[in-house]
């Protein structure tokens, strides 16, 4: 079967970073496929995809994270 997409996983993943004023600029895509989440898109430094990953780590019901996430370009 397909990728089962979890609204609930991808709300609250999306406005936990919106909230957080370092993660809030940044341009991403969160997809959940049964409890394993990607992360597609930019942000402004390492750190702050680090931030991106622990952030959807702490979400219930995420098992694991798969970054795609880039640094964008100045």
Do not use: F, M
């Not at 970073?17 to 991403?28: E, F, G, Q, T, V």
């Not at 430094?45 to 880039?70: E, M, N, R, W, Y």
Request: aromatic letters at 2%; zero cysteines; a negative charge.
């Amino acid at each position: 079967s397909g990728a089962t997409d979890n609204p609930r996983i991808v709300t609250a993943i999306k406005s936990k970073s919106l909230a957080d004023p370092d993660l809030s600029y940044n341009k991403h895509h969160v997809a959940d496929d049964n409890g394993v989440v990607t992360l597609h898109g930019t942000a402004g430094s390492d750190d702050l995809i680090g931030k991106a990953v622990a952030l959807a780590l702490d979400t219930d019901g995420v098992h694991q994270v798969v970054s795609l996430l880039t640094v964008e370009a100045k």
